[in-house]
């Protein structure tokens, strides 16, 4: 089945803990991205990549930081967490030309 | 840089009835992507349909059609037979197309901030 996937779903974490959210795709797309949602605010880009070693800022990267050694693959890092950090989160892949799929979202939580 | 806005926070409609989601748009690019994507209380992203720049044809999808008015920069979501399982937020996205070295690809992608929709029985 295709499918985008990332882990975890739900995460609690304290001010200042380093962690990584992981995102996988199977169907050999180039791009990922990742984007957060807030109420009010819609969806907004944090980081994107249009294929292995290549990536580029979104809207809102401050604060984290992305790399792409494999094509299927497009972790989330955030090196120090803060509140305001506190969200739902979205990893997507698409091929070019084409719609983004969508992974089933991370709701992070930063106390 | 580009801006998408959806002026209509809240949308409700009879079951049955048309409704139609705003959308307006600020680029200057020429060439780029459109879509309406539907997010239930799932949360999954789900997409509605889309539209290239390029095309003069609006795109249709089921019950599902798009006004694009390229000039004026508005890309309209119209919803005909409304169904109880359209209820969702739903939000309008552009994705321009970037050139560069090796070719063109996909740029940052840019979000509405979502009509959430009701259908009434």
């Known amino acids: 089945e295709a499918q985008v996937t990332q882990n975890p779903r739900y995460l609690i974490t304290v001010t200042g803990k380093k962690l990584t959210v992981t995102c996988s795709q199977n169907?050999?797309?180039?791009?990922m991205s990742w984007y957060r949602q807030d109420p009010g605010l819609g969806l907004r880009q944090i980081y994107y990549?249009?294929?292995?070693?290549?990536?580029d800022k979104g809207d809102v990267p401050e604060g984290y930081k992305v790399s792409r050694k494999e094509k299927r693959n497009f972790p989330l890092i955030l090196e120090s967490p803060s509140p305001n950090q506190t969200s739902l989160y979205f990893c997507?892949?698409?091929?070019?030309?084409?719609?983004?799929?969508f992974g089933p979202g991370t709701r992070l939580t930063v106390t | 840089a580009q801006t998408v806005t959806q002026s209509q926070p809240e949308m409700s409609v009879q079951e049955a009835e048309t409704v139609t989601l705003s959308c307006t748009y600020d680029t200057s690019e020429s060439n780029y992507y459109l879509f309406w994507y539907k997010q239930p209380p799932s949360r999954q992203m789900i997409l509605v349909i889309r539209q290239e720049a390029y095309k003069q044809q609006n795109a249709t999808e089921n019950r599902f059609s798009v006004n694009f008015q390229k000039a004026a920069k508005s890309f309209s979501l119209k919803i005909s037979d409304s169904q109880l399982g359209d209820t969702a937020m739903y939000f309008c996205?552009?994705?321009?197309?970037?050139?560069?070295?090796?070719?063109?690809?996909?740029?940052?992608?840019?979000f509405g901030q979502g009509t959430i929709l009701t259908v009434h029985p």
């Open positions: 997507a892949s698409s091929s070019w030309g084409n719609e983004q799929y």
């Open positions: 169907m050999n797309h180039e791009y």
């Open positions: 996205a552009f994705n321009p197309l970037s050139t560069f070295a090796g070719g063109t690809s996909y740029g940052k992608l840019t």
């Open positions: 990549s249009m294929n292995v070693e290549v990536t």
